[in-house]
């Protein structure tokens, strides 16, 4: 892993050089399973189908519906059919790379984790055989890359997450009123570029939800594996006790005073109320949620979320 302790951009070389802790992760594999089911029953895996493999002789244990009775007649001997389920699918990653996230009080940037997390997870993808995509966005542009199962398309995903990073905090000056949406834009664009069956993922930090991104995340959810990775700082949390602090803001640095109680309550309750609006969001959305934070490795982060199949949660 490179060392981007207190990095504010990561280059492409770094998110290339990503690929080797993704190949101690592991997602679902694309190879074809073999299955003894006769298709009745209902597959975990959304989107995907039953294909005909070969035809063997009957085994104790074999479903009775899965008998090839042609087979059986011509060779006067149980036959039964084997189908193999269907694994490649399609792997979307949306990477917020919004003003919000140029910020950290500790590790690097909320943007480079982001660029980090989605890195990894493109590389994790293609070497499980999946096709692999992406939209990434920040406050002024938005890229789409349909999925492909192609080394070629994970580098220029990579590519696009280092240049869509921002290097300077005076850019931020710049971005208007527009990207208060950026998320809701790319949600909207991932229902139109994903396939039935992908596997979805969404990195951000999600400060600037709005009551839609719960209807357009459910949108996904209903016919995708959707997982939403939250980028976070401590800093965002729980505030220092004492001292004055300046954040970036768009007009320039912003100044408090921690020992301000008035100023404490009021930042508590707005954490509290931003937390409750997003938990009601991923809820109602069916969404699955981890968090990530910016003074942890993305990898390792990565490793500790990923469960059986996968899957996050």
């Known amino acids: 892993m490179v060392n981007t302790e207190s990095a504010t951009h990561i280059a492409l070389p770094d998110l290339i050089r990503l690929q080797a802790d993704a190949r101690a992760l592991k997602l679902p594999s694309a190879r074809p399973v073999r299955s003894r089911q006769a298709g009745l029953q209902r597959s975990p895996q959304r989107g995907r189908g039953m294909a005909f493999a070969e035809v063997r002789l009957y085994q104790p244990g ?16 149980p036959h039964t059919k084997l189908y193999e389920e269907e694994r490649e ?28 997390l989605a890195s990894i997870l ?75 069956g992908s596997r979805i993922f969404v990195i ?21 594996s959707v997982s939403a990775l939250r980028v976070l700082d401590p800093l965002e949390k729980e505030l220092p006790k004492t001292g004055r602090f300046a954040v970036a803001g768009p007009t320039g640095p912003v100044w408090f005073d921690a020992a301000n109680p008035r100023f404490q309550q009021a930042w508590h309750a707005k954490v ?20 990530v934070s910016t003074g942890e490795d993305p990898a390792t982060a990565l490793k500790a979320l990923l469960g059986p199949g996968g899957r996050i949660g």
Do not use: M, Y
């Not at 074999?62 to 001997?77: G, L």
């Not at 905090?169 to 809701?184: F, H, W």
């Open 62 to 77: 074999d479903d009775i519906r899965s008998i090839d009775w042609r087979v059986t007649a011509r060779r006067q001997a």
């Open 89 to 116: 699918r399609p792997v979307l990653l949306l990477c917020d790379l919004g003003p919000s996230l140029f910020f950290a009080s500790t590790g690097a940037f909320k943007q480079v984790r982001c660029a980090q």
């Open 122 to 196: 493109a590389w994790l993808a293609l070497w499980s055989g999946d096709q692999v995509g992406g939209i990434v966005f920040n406050g002024e542009s938005l890229s789409v890359q349909r999925p492909a199962r192609r080394k070629k398309s994970v580098l220029r995903l990579l590519d696009t997450l280092a240049e869509q990073q921002r290097t300077d905090s005076q850019e931020l000056a710049s971005i208007g009123a527009s990207s208060q949406t950026r998320l809701d834009t790319a949600l909207t664009e991932a229902r139109r570029v994903a396939h039935t």
């Open 204 to 224: 951000s930090d999600f400060l600037e939800i709005s009551p839609d991104t719960g209807k357009l995340l459910g949108a996904l959810a209903r016919h995708n």
């Open 272 to 291: 509290a109320s931003h937390q409750r609006q997003l938990e009601d969001c991923f809820r109602t959305s069916g969404v699955i949620a981890a968090n």
